[in-house]
């Protein structure tokens, strides 16, 4: 196992709490993961589903489904604090901790394996090794589903401060909440941060920005916006994520998966950039 990633997702399991979207699914989004899922297993002899993460929303989607479900995560620690907001029990839910690049699950093959953004998490040159463990669990013809956030290049060179702004007056107008503000904030300064597409991207780029921004006399709204961002992503501020196009992730999966699904939320300012993809495994 990638011991760095552990102690990684460990340590973010400390502080994890549902950001809510597009940190995490939407109401919107779970509508498209169930109608997607329901595809995915419809007519299909003893089906069965792998979830990819530990996220909780998706978890308590995947257990209405009445179907035995297998959770993978890297992190025991996060496995178990995430299993403590899963609201929809499952009994037939099975935990398992691998490492998604060396995914080996004994037994019969699976009719789908879903995971929320899961590419932002495995590292762009480790793709097709992700992309060989998941051909390896699916039976032909069955899917890989997730949602993906591809670069919007429009936040390039974008600094902290204003996009802080912008957030803290939707904040203001009463548009949205301050975690959700935070939220969105999080996305698009992680966004802003990427320095080649593909590549990586990181807060860490804003910390002196934000250090300074801390020691200034910022709006109401400003403050407490920062505040709450530092409160819910904090501990993540010095960890890589992955930058990426629409483009490279369907270069990157071609042959094996096919795309054969596209569909966009539409409760949140992001939706619109962050679809949610399905791909069939052509065997």
Known sequence: MDVKRIKKWDSLAET?????????PSPDDLKIYTRFLSRAIKNVDSPK??????????????ARLEVPVTCVDISKRMLAKTSR??????TRERLVCQDWLHLDLPGPKFSAIVGDKILDN???????????RLIAHLRTGAYFITRVAPQDR??????????LKKWAGLYDDGVLSLQKAASGLWEQALGASAQSIPGKQ?????NEEIKYLNRTSLKP?????????TKLFGKSFRYEWTAYTLGNVIDALAEELTLVNMDRAGDYAAARRQPILMFENSG
Do not use: Q
């Open 49 to 62: 589903i792998m979830v990819l993460g530990s996220t909780p929303r998706l978890r308590t989607l995947v």
């Open 154 to 163: 429009s936040l390039c060179e974008s600094s902290f401060h204003g996009l």
């Open 85 to 90: 907001l899963v609201s929809h029990k499952n």
């Open 16 to 24: 994890w709490n549902d950001a809510g979207p597009p940190a995490s």
């Open 202 to 206: 990181s807060i860490s780029i804003f």
């Open 221 to 229: 709204s400003e403050a407490a916006l920062i505040s709450e961002f």
């Open 122 to 132: 495995v590292p762009y040159e480790r793709w097709s090794a992700l992309k060989e």
